[in-house]
Protein backbone atom coordinates (compact mmCIF):
# COMPACT_ATOMS: atom_id res chain seq x y z
CA UNK A 1 0.00 0.00 0.00
CA UNK A 2 1.02 3.03 -0.91
CA UNK A 3 2.51 5.67 2.04
CA UNK A 4 0.64 8.55 2.66
CA UNK A 5 4.10 10.76 1.64
CA UNK A 6 4.34 9.09 -1.78
CA UNK A 7 1.09 9.78 -2.51
CA UNK A 8 2.11 13.48 -2.08
CA UNK A 9 5.27 13.66 -3.76
CA UNK A 10 6.75 14.29 -7.46
CA UNK A 11 9.70 12.08 -9.28
CA UNK A 12 11.14 12.88 -12.13
CA UNK A 13 12.42 10.47 -14.14
CA UNK A 14 14.95 11.61 -17.10
CA UNK A 15 16.52 9.08 -19.62
CA UNK A 16 16.90 8.76 -22.89
CA UNK A 17 16.11 5.08 -23.33
CA UNK A 18 12.11 5.15 -23.56
CA UNK A 19 11.96 1.44 -22.05
CA UNK A 20 14.02 2.53 -18.82
CA UNK A 21 11.72 5.66 -18.67
CA UNK A 22 8.57 3.43 -18.74
CA UNK A 23 10.07 0.46 -16.42
CA UNK A 24 10.84 3.09 -13.56
CA UNK A 25 7.56 4.96 -14.17
CA UNK A 26 5.96 1.98 -13.66
CA UNK A 27 7.20 0.71 -10.19
CA UNK A 28 7.31 4.40 -8.90
CA UNK A 29 3.82 4.59 -10.02
CA UNK A 30 2.93 1.36 -8.27
CA UNK A 31 4.61 2.55 -4.82
CA UNK A 32 2.18 5.54 -5.16
CA UNK A 33 4.07 8.29 -6.25
CA UNK A 34 3.55 10.90 -9.28
CA UNK A 35 5.73 10.15 -11.66
CA UNK A 36 6.69 12.59 -14.46
CA UNK A 37 9.48 12.23 -17.46
CA UNK A 38 12.16 13.23 -19.30
CA UNK A 39 13.55 12.09 -22.44
CA UNK A 40 16.41 14.58 -22.61
CA UNK A 41 19.08 16.95 -20.47
CA UNK A 42 16.73 19.96 -22.04
CA UNK A 43 13.49 18.77 -21.07
CA UNK A 44 14.54 17.24 -17.59
CA UNK A 45 16.16 21.15 -16.63
CA UNK A 46 12.49 22.64 -18.13
CA UNK A 47 10.65 19.87 -15.70
CA UNK A 48 12.83 20.50 -12.55
CA UNK A 49 11.56 23.95 -12.88
CA UNK A 50 8.21 23.58 -13.92
CA UNK A 51 7.73 20.38 -11.76
CA UNK A 52 9.64 21.58 -8.72
CA UNK A 53 9.84 17.17 -8.34
CA UNK A 54 10.75 15.90 -4.40
CA UNK A 55 13.73 13.63 -6.08
CA UNK A 56 15.09 13.38 -9.85
CA UNK A 57 16.13 9.91 -10.91
CA UNK A 58 19.08 11.02 -13.64
CA UNK A 59 20.34 9.42 -16.21
CA UNK A 60 24.56 10.03 -16.71
CA UNK A 61 24.57 9.64 -20.44
CA UNK A 62 21.66 11.78 -22.22
CA UNK A 63 21.24 14.44 -25.52
CA UNK A 64 21.97 17.43 -24.75
CA UNK A 65 22.81 18.45 -20.79
CA UNK A 66 23.95 15.35 -19.23
CA UNK A 67 23.36 14.00 -16.31
CA UNK A 68 26.51 15.37 -14.38
CA UNK A 69 26.01 19.09 -16.20
CA UNK A 70 22.31 18.73 -14.68
CA UNK A 71 23.29 17.36 -11.03
CA UNK A 72 25.64 20.25 -11.14
CA UNK A 73 22.82 22.66 -11.69
CA UNK A 74 20.40 21.40 -9.33
CA UNK A 75 22.30 20.38 -6.32
CA UNK A 76 21.15 21.40 -2.89
CA UNK A 77 17.47 21.98 -4.72
CA UNK A 78 16.73 18.82 -5.18
CA UNK A 79 17.63 14.86 -4.56
CA UNK A 80 19.34 13.36 -7.05
CA UNK A 81 19.65 9.52 -7.77
CA UNK A 82 21.92 8.74 -10.68
CA UNK A 83 21.03 6.32 -13.16
CA UNK A 84 24.95 5.18 -14.85
CA UNK A 85 25.06 2.44 -17.38
CA UNK A 86 29.24 2.55 -16.60
CA UNK A 87 31.15 -0.60 -14.90
CA UNK A 88 33.57 1.99 -13.69
CA UNK A 89 33.62 3.54 -11.05
CA UNK A 90 34.37 7.25 -12.17
CA UNK A 91 30.53 8.74 -13.18
CA UNK A 92 29.02 7.06 -9.69
CA UNK A 93 32.21 9.34 -7.98
CA UNK A 94 32.08 12.38 -10.29
CA UNK A 95 28.22 12.41 -9.48
CA UNK A 96 28.20 12.04 -5.81
CA UNK A 97 31.25 15.14 -5.30
CA UNK A 98 29.24 17.11 -7.43
CA UNK A 99 25.93 16.53 -5.27
CA UNK A 100 24.03 13.25 -6.30
CA UNK A 101 22.39 11.43 -2.83
CA UNK A 102 22.30 8.07 -4.66
CA UNK A 103 23.34 6.03 -7.57
CA UNK A 104 21.93 2.64 -9.39
CA UNK A 105 24.21 0.88 -11.90
CA UNK A 106 22.73 -0.52 -15.31
CA UNK A 107 21.16 -2.78 -15.50
CA UNK A 108 19.07 -2.99 -12.05
CA UNK A 109 16.70 -4.26 -10.26
CA UNK A 110 13.06 -1.67 -10.21
CA UNK A 111 12.59 -2.96 -6.52
CA UNK A 112 15.69 -1.71 -5.43
CA UNK A 113 15.76 1.44 -7.35
CA UNK A 114 12.20 1.94 -5.61
CA UNK A 115 13.90 1.01 -1.68
CA UNK A 116 16.58 3.44 -2.78
CA UNK A 117 14.06 6.31 -3.95
CA UNK A 118 12.51 5.89 -0.58
CA UNK A 119 15.49 6.05 1.17
CA UNK A 120 16.83 9.48 -0.22
CA UNK A 121 13.01 10.80 0.49
CA UNK A 122 13.09 9.78 3.96
CA UNK A 123 16.29 11.81 4.52
CA UNK A 124 14.76 15.29 2.81
CA UNK A 125 11.42 14.44 4.70
CA UNK A 126 13.52 14.79 8.15
CA UNK A 127 12.37 18.17 9.58
CA UNK A 128 15.09 20.61 10.33
CA UNK A 129 13.21 20.95 14.37
CA UNK A 130 14.56 17.35 14.82
CA UNK A 131 18.04 17.87 14.20
CA UNK A 132 20.06 20.21 16.61
CA UNK A 133 20.30 23.48 14.63
CA UNK A 134 24.41 23.96 15.52
CA UNK A 135 26.75 21.15 17.26
CA UNK A 136 30.67 22.89 18.25
CA UNK A 137 33.06 20.27 19.39
CA UNK A 138 36.08 21.76 20.15
CA UNK A 139 36.94 24.16 17.80
CA UNK A 140 34.79 22.89 15.19
CA UNK A 141 30.91 23.98 14.16
CA UNK A 142 28.47 22.66 12.17
CA UNK A 143 25.42 24.11 11.80
CA UNK A 144 22.58 21.93 10.77
CA UNK A 145 20.27 24.57 9.14
CA UNK A 146 22.72 26.02 6.98
CA UNK A 147 24.69 22.96 5.97
CA UNK A 148 27.94 25.15 6.79
CA UNK A 149 31.30 23.90 8.67
CA UNK A 150 33.66 25.85 10.55
CA UNK A 151 37.23 25.28 11.89
CA UNK A 152 38.47 28.10 14.22
CA UNK A 153 35.38 30.37 12.64
CA UNK A 154 36.82 29.24 9.18
CA UNK A 155 34.26 28.01 6.94
CA UNK A 156 34.89 24.98 5.25
CA UNK A 157 33.97 23.51 1.99
CA UNK A 158 32.32 20.46 2.02
CA UNK A 159 30.16 17.89 -0.54
CA UNK A 160 27.12 17.30 0.50
CA UNK A 161 28.04 13.39 1.62
CA UNK A 162 30.68 14.67 3.10
CA UNK A 163 28.53 17.05 4.99
CA UNK A 164 25.67 14.07 5.90
CA UNK A 165 28.74 11.67 7.08
CA UNK A 166 30.32 14.63 9.41
CA UNK A 167 26.77 15.30 10.25
CA UNK A 168 26.35 11.69 11.96
CA UNK A 169 29.59 11.71 13.25
CA UNK A 170 29.14 15.19 15.39
CA UNK A 171 25.62 13.66 16.10
CA UNK A 172 27.21 10.96 17.60
CA UNK A 173 30.88 11.30 19.26
CA UNK A 174 32.56 8.91 20.70
CA UNK A 175 30.16 6.47 19.50
CA UNK A 176 32.09 3.34 17.31
CA UNK A 177 30.30 3.34 14.08
CA UNK A 178 31.19 0.58 11.46
CA UNK A 179 31.15 0.80 7.62
CA UNK A 180 27.60 -0.41 7.39
CA UNK A 181 25.92 1.73 10.04
CA UNK A 182 27.69 4.40 8.42
CA UNK A 183 26.18 3.90 5.26
CA UNK A 184 22.88 3.59 6.80
CA UNK A 185 22.81 6.55 8.62
CA UNK A 186 24.84 9.37 5.92
CA UNK A 187 23.81 7.56 2.87
CA UNK A 188 20.78 5.92 3.89
CA UNK A 189 21.17 3.17 2.18
CA UNK A 190 24.14 -0.51 2.41
CA UNK A 191 24.43 -0.73 -1.57
CA UNK A 192 27.77 1.34 -1.80
CA UNK A 193 31.17 -0.44 -1.07
CA UNK A 194 32.44 -0.44 1.88
CA UNK A 195 35.23 1.65 0.75
CA UNK A 196 32.99 4.66 -0.18
CA UNK A 197 32.98 5.15 3.46
CA UNK A 198 37.11 5.29 3.50
CA UNK A 199 37.51 7.63 0.91
CA UNK A 200 35.00 10.31 2.60
CA UNK A 201 36.75 9.79 6.03
CA UNK A 202 40.13 10.46 4.47
CA UNK A 203 38.72 13.52 2.99
CA UNK A 204 37.13 14.83 6.06
CA UNK A 205 39.87 14.14 8.17
CA UNK A 206 42.06 16.44 6.02
CA UNK A 207 39.39 19.01 6.12
CA UNK A 208 39.04 18.82 10.10
CA UNK A 209 42.84 19.40 11.05
CA UNK A 210 42.87 22.30 13.52
CA UNK A 211 39.69 21.61 14.94
CA UNK A 212 40.63 19.78 18.35
CA UNK A 213 38.81 16.58 17.22
CA UNK A 214 39.36 13.49 14.56
CA UNK A 215 37.86 10.61 13.05
CA UNK A 216 40.04 7.90 14.73
CA UNK A 217 40.27 4.56 12.67
CA UNK A 218 38.49 1.68 15.71
CA UNK A 219 40.50 -1.30 14.19
CA UNK A 220 38.43 -4.14 13.20
CA UNK A 221 35.65 -1.94 13.90
CA UNK A 222 35.24 1.05 12.34
CA UNK A 223 35.59 4.81 13.17
CA UNK A 224 34.43 7.34 15.79
CA UNK A 225 34.60 11.24 16.38
CA UNK A 226 36.31 11.78 19.57
CA UNK A 227 38.90 15.14 20.77
CA UNK A 228 42.42 15.10 19.72
CA UNK A 229 45.01 14.05 22.63
Known sequence: M?????ETETVLV???EKHIVELVS???RRAGYRVETALDGDETLRKVRDFRPALLVLDVMMPGPDGLEIC???RGRIPVLLLTARSSDIDK???LRLGADDYVTKP???DELVARVDAVLRRARVEP???PERVRLGDLEVDMGSRETRVCGRTVPLTPKEFELLATFVRLPNV???RDRLLDLAWGTSFYALRTVDVHVARLRDKLKGSGVRIETVWGTGYRLAAEV
Open 129 to 131: ETR
Open 14 to 16: ADD
Open 93 to 95: IAG
Open 72 to 74: RKV
Open 176 to 178: VLD
Open 2 to 6: ASEEA
Open 26 to 28: LYL
Open 108 to 110: FNP
